[in-house]
């Protein structure tokens, strides 16, 4: 008998039946086949149709008609399931949104005390650290520490599940970068480096790219390599320069330019068109009879170029007149000195008071008529003393307490006077040192050392005539001078603004406050006093102190 046709027939009922189970081709002949596509939020989730895995979604594939269960499984999140009947040709499209999942992530360096950085986002605490209710899926660890190479792994954390991932920090090679900057105080910063520049501090051995920035010098990047041990290099930035040019009226003003060069601040005359470095500058302009002017500016590459206009101003000299205080009452008597020039100092007295130069008094001024009374400075603070006479025995601390009160009690700005102003307002337009008259007349002019004194105190020189007083005397008594100042010699010397110098080497000549030095030298006091010798009577006499003295007061000066 001929099996072959037999077997042939076994064989292909076999593959049909397969076929069948399979849902192949034959059930899909006879039944026909409809379109599944299944997508899920986030994708790569595996789909199963009826028990059967098709394939990662999203998915786009030919089932069966009928009843079916699709279901999708991501290792990060819940399995989610949907149930359908899908009809012959029909094209259904499933989209799932799997439930967010969280698990728990433990991370341990060893050593200890690491930075942890989880996608990019550092961590408060440093190594070990638990992080509870972390969201599943691919975190990008990187875990970081000075002196050890930094690693940096995927870690995978799952549903309901600990994580726990171990990190072994390397030794890394170290050396020190010493820099020699110019300027000195250039940033530095490591360009694509995980790590900052500090001086002293080891960085990792290898190749580090430097940007180096100052205010009003160009940006330089150098390249350095960084072995063990100690490495030095140096980076000298350009400075930035700029033309200035002023067009400043009236054009005979005085004009001073102060801007930080290298070997610190500097105050240069104006000049067209001068190159100045880049970064703050002021200008300071000053001409007879106009308001001083001043403008902070900033240099660069491009120039300044500015017009001012100075304020001229519109002042009688000679006036008088006394503020009035918000708590009631009038603050000192003043009297308007107008601007003008006059020679400070004298060739023919003490070695202080040399050498004479010539001082430009640009801004007119208000001054005290007399000096500041016990009565005027207990509207500010209670002081013992005969209400009338000078205020001393002060400190410069009460002073200023003092002309901070005037400020605030007017709405203006009063100081002490200057030592230029001072001499300015005592010599009143006059050339002489000496501005009490004759010895026999003295008296007339200031409450001095006199036959008064000698009669308390037999061993003292004194001038030949009598004023009545012995010490302090009520301010007024005595004649004034030509810009109508009492008591510019005796009674009570004045302290001013300025600071002691033993000479007049180097001293500005415009009449503003030569500051310098206070804290060693002490501060300058003007006009002598009662009890000063005959030999001190002069207008360009000058005295330092810095404690209180009960001979020793002050005058006001008012800006207008």
């Known amino acids: 008998m001929n099996l072959k046709w037999p077997l042939l027939a076994l064989a292909m009922l076999t593959l049909l039946i397969v076929d069948w189970a399979l849902d192949g081709l034959g059930p899909r002949f006879v039944f026909g086949t409809g379109t599944l596509v299944v997508q899920t939020a986030p994708p790569g989730a595996a789909i199963k149709v009826s028990g059967v895995a098709l394939g990662a979604a999203p998915l786009d594939a030919a089932i069966r008609p009928g009843a079916a269960v699709v279901e999708a499984h991501h290792p990060y999140h819940p399995p989610a399931t949907q149930r359908l009947t899908i009809t012959r040709g029909e094209r259904r499209i499933v989209s799932f949104a799997l439930e967010p999942a969280f698990g728990q992530l433990e991370i341990v360096t060893n050593p200890r005390g690491a930075v942890v950085t989880i996608n990019g986002e550092g961590l408060p605490q440093q190594s070990p650290v638990t992080l509870e209710g972390m969201a599943t899926g691919r975190h990008q660890v990187e875990v970081s520490m000075h002196g050890r190479h930094p690693v940096s792994e995927w870690v995978e954390v799952f549903p309901n599940r600990k994580t726990s ?19 000195p105080h250039a940033s530095v910063e490591l360009v694509d480096a995980d790590v900052g520049w500090r001086p002293g501090e080891d960085l990792p051995a290898g190749i580090y790219r430097l940007r180096v920035s100052a205010a009003g010098f160009e940006t330089r990047e150098a390249t350095v390599r960084v072995a063990q041990g100690r490495n030095l290099a140096q980076v000298t930035l350009p400075r930035i320069y700029g033309a200035l040019r002023l067009d400043i009226q009236p054009p005979s003003a005085d004009v001073q330019v102060t801007f930080q060069a290298a070997d610190g601040s500097r105050t240069v005359p104006y000049e067209a068109g001068m190159q100045l470095p880049s970064g703050g500058f002021s200008v300071r302009a000053t001409a007879m009879g106009h308001r001083n002017l001043r403008r902070s500016l900033t240099m660069t590459s491009a120039g300044v170029r500015l017009r001012l206009a100075m304020q001229r101003y519109d002042i009688a000299p000679g006036r008088q007149f006394s503020d009035a205080l918000k708590s009631g009452g009038e603050g000192p008597l003043l009297v308007v000195v107008g601007p003008g020039t006059f020679r400070m100092g004298s060739s023919q007295g003490a070695s202080n008071e040399s050498p004479e130069r010539e001082v430009r008094v640009t801004q007119p001024f208000a001054i005290g008529v007399f000096e500041v009374t016990q009565a005027d400075f207990s509207r500010h603070q209670t002081w013992p003393g005969e209400p009338d006479e000078p ?21 203006y700005g009063y100081r002490l006077p200057s030592e230029a102003e001072w001499e300015y307002a005592a010599r009143a337009g006059g050339e002489e040192r000496f501005m009490l008259g004759a010895a026999d007349d003295a008296c007339a002019y200031g409450n001095i050392r006199d036959l008064t004194m000698q009669e308390r105190y037999r061993d003292y020189d004194v001038t030949p ?11 007024g008594r005595f004649a004034a001078n030509a810009f109508g100042l009492h008591d510019v010699l005796g009674n009570a010397e004045e302290w001013v603004a300025d600071c002691w110098h033993s000479s007049f080497a180097g001293a500005p000549r415009h009449a503003g406050v030569w500051s310098d030095g206070c804290d060693f030298t002490g501060r300058v006091a003007r006009g002598t006093a009662f009890d000063s010798p005959p030999t001190d009577l002069r207008i360009t006499f000058r005295n330092v102190g810095n404690s209180p003295s009960d001979s020793r007061g002050f005058r006001v000066t008012r800006e207008l």
């Open 165 to 183: 991932k171990t990190f072994e920090l390397e030794r890394a090679p170290m050396g020190q970068l010493s820099l020699q900057l110019t300027p």
């Open 391 to 411: 205020a001393v025995g002060l400190t410069l601390r009460d002073l200023t307490g003092y002309l901070a009160f005037l400020s605030r009690e007017t709405g």
């Open 465 to 475: 005539c009598a004023d009545g007083f012995a010490g302090l005397a009520p301010v």
